[in-house]
């Protein structure tokens, strides 16, 4: 008997789970660790033992679903993504990976067929990073082998600590078999909408992600001296502005046109003391800086240093940059792209292949495992947003291929 993914169930399951947390605008608000991402898994977890599955969680509170195979001394091939949402997010952003992750453990099991390798569904902790920043915290801690000792300190906006709420969602399933942090996996493999125009701009239902574009984090401080507005004249002015505006003005108008590929966005200023009628202290404001390649972030580092550095002289500043973050870029397994090529052409769906623009679990996952990923398209490219959507035909084409790669990948493991 050939497995076949079951397009109702799929479906039904999406709504389902977009319950738990649904906003009256149709979209999700199911937040790391929250009580409505406690209820997800929960469900999760019946859905999983009801077809006699095991149920696992990890000290990061990552949740494994495991089907044994032929060989189940081997490391598992895993699949999933994650079910926290953004506070206004969509019901397809890591919902989707998931539940087409259990719809492909579910129709294997329907179908009797027995996997070389066991198979593993995850929902990894957090990978947003809305509530308790950085995101994918579960899945970069699992690829670590720790929890770093800085995320101790870690609060929600609210003063909700991590540490308590990670306690309360791993006592929520308290019945389920503990596993250590960072277990040995044969391969990972993640569906996930697209969150750009790409796919739907070019009419293709699948892409084949062969990476994930490094990102660089800055924060720039610029420190001048306050004064009155009014009655300082030009050469008494140590103003941060004039420099921050001076630099920026350069940096928007070279950096992202001399690459196409380059991301350069600053998405926070902030000036101090804020008041109308005075010079500013200081200026501060992020970068967030994304490209393929980490020679190319190096450079840009130092090309946006030199042109704060010229103007800090000139308007008389001082001015600091401190790194906030750093992800390198990641290049999937071509083994995997390869299962990914074949599934495809067996299932006769066009596919183009693909780099992403935003971090995925898979980019922390393929640091410890060979990983990829396949997107589907969504509406207008919108994500993080109630009104994200998703074909219910684009969902289950994504689904299928899950299926088909997994196929393809446990019978040889990559
Ligand atoms: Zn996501």
């Known amino acids: 008997m050939q497995a076949e993914i079951n397009e109702h169930r799929l479906l039904e399951r999406i709504d389902a789970f977009a319950r738990i947390g649904g906003t009256p605008a149709g979209g999700v608000n199911r937040q790391a660790l929250s009580q409505e991402d406690r209820q997800a898994r929960g469900l999760l977890a019946r859905l999983a033992r009801a077809r006699g599955f095991r149920v696992f969680q990890d000290p990061m509170a990552n949740l494994f679903v495991r089907r044994e195979g ?39 099991e329907d179908a ?26 579960g899945s970069s801690a699992f690829a670590l082998g720790h929890i770093p000792p800085e995320w101790t300190d870690v609060r929600a906006r609210n003063g909700a600590h991590l540490t308590e709420e990670l306690k309360l969602t791993l006592d929520a399933l308290a019945d389920t078999e503990a596993r250590p942090l960072g277990i040995g996996i044969s391969a990972y493999l993640e569906l996930h909408i697209e969150q750009g125009p790409t796919l739907e701009r070019e009419g293709v239902p699948i892409g084949i992600v062969h990476g994930i574009q490094g990102t660089r984090w800055l924060e720039v401080v610029l420190t001048g001296q306050a004064a009155h507005a009014g009655t300082t004249p030009l050469a008494f002015r140590r103003d941060p502005m004039v420099a921050a505006a001076a630099a920026l003005d350069r940096l928007y108008k070279s950096v992202m046109q001399k690459d ?5 966005t600053v998405g926070r200023f902030v000036l101090e003391p804020g008041s109308v009628n005075a010079i500013p202290e200081t200026v501060t404001f992020t970068i967030d800086l994304r490209h393929p390649e980490t020679a190319v972030l190096d450079a840009l580092e130092e090309i946006i240093a030199a042109e704060i550095e010229e103007e800090r002289v000139a308007s008389g500043c001082t001015s600091s940059i401190r790194r906030l973050s750093e ?59 109630e009104a994200e959507y998703v074909e219910p035909g684009h969902c289950v084409a994504g689904a299928r291929m899950l299926l088909a790669s997994t196929l393809e990948a446990t019978r040889q493991a990559p």
């Not at 091939?77 to 492909?104: K, W």
């Not at 198979?119 to 947003?128: F, I, S």
């Not at 052409?345 to 495992?369: P, Q, V, Y």
């Open 70 to 108: 032929r060989f189940s001394s081997l490391p598992p091939f895993v699949i999933g993504s994650h079910l926290d949402s953004q506070p206004t997010g969509g019901r397809f952003d890591g919902a989707l990976g998931v539940l087409a992750a259990f719809e492909v453990m579910e129709s294997l």
């Open 327 to 385: 992800m390198e870029p990641a290049s999937f397994s071509d083994t995997l792209l390869t299962c990914l090529d074949r599934a495809a052409e067996h299932l006769g769906l066009t596919t183009i292949r693909m780099l992403s623009g935003a971090f995925h679990d898979a980019l922390f996952i393929n640091r410890k495992a060979p990983s990829a990923m396949i997107f589907v398209p969504c509406r207008d490219g919108l994500s993080h947003n």
């Open 112 to 137: 009797g067929i027995e996997t070389d390798l066991p198979l593993e569904v995850v929902a990894w902790t957090n990978e947003e990073g809305s509530r308790f920043a950085p995101g994918a915290m």
């Open 260 to 264: 196409e590929r380059v991301r350069f």
